[in-house]
Structures are given as C-alpha cells and as structure tokens.
C-alpha cells in the first residue's frame, strides 16, 4: 500500500521559514516525478512546486526565488524549503507522487499557517 507522509507543518510569522518533507514508501515501482500542491480554505488545489526523478523543477510563479524543492531519489523523499513567508501562503500543502507504472498518489496533507 503505497504511503506518501507529510511533516513540517506549522505557524510561522510572516517572513519565516519552514521545511517540509513527505516520504513515500509502500511499492518499488519507480516515482516519475514529485511536487507539492497547496489549497486555501475557499480556493482551488494549485501547483506549488514539482522536480523530476531526473531533477528538473517547476515553481507556481507566486513563490519563485522564495520556495526551493529538492528531492532524494534513494530514500522517495521530497522537500519543500519555504522562505521569506507571507500571509498568502497560508494552506494545506500536499504532497504528490506520480508513479511510472500505478499513477498518481497524494499524502494526507499539511498545515501551514502564517501569522504575526
């Protein structure tokens, strides 16, 4: 059964900092690519950040130079390093899996809350 946990979640003022991590675990088929997505109360899931198994990245616009993923392709894990944090990007964020072979899988999500 295939398992994608999310940790790093929290409140921070705004212009803080946090890391997420989501680790996969549960089949060995290989994971294509992997991202985060983010969805505010009232408002759609959105891309925040997706990076290839052969590490190409790709940034919503609204957190490009302040967000950074990176990925550990031994250990199917995926962070997200988040800076210069503002109000707006208080979400859930969720963690993304698309396997080559069973597809797409999602974790269970996230809290980031920012607030003075």
């Known amino acids: 059964q295939v398992q994608l946990v999310e940790s790093g979640g929290g409140l921070v003022q705004p212009g803080g900092s946090l890391r997420l991590s989501c680790a996969a675990s549960?089949?060995?088929?290989?994971?294509?690519?992997m991202g985060w997505y983010r969805q505010a109360p009232g408002k759609e899931r959105e891309l925040v950040a997706v990076?290839?198994?052969?590490?190409?990245?790709n940034y919503a616009d609204s957190v490009k130079g302040r967000f950074t993923i990176s990925r550990d392709v031994a250990k199917n894990t995926v962070y997200l390093q988040m800076n210069s944090l503002k109000a707006e990007d208080t979400a859930v964020y969720y963690c993304?899996?698309?396997?080559?072979?069973?597809?797409?899988?999602w974790g269970q999500g996230t809290q980031v809350t920012v607030s003075s």
């Open positions: 549960g089949t060995n088929f290989s994971i294509n690519r």
């Open positions: 993304h899996a698309y396997y080559y072979v069973i597809g797409n899988y």
């Open positions: 990076i290839t198994s052969g590490g190409s990245t």
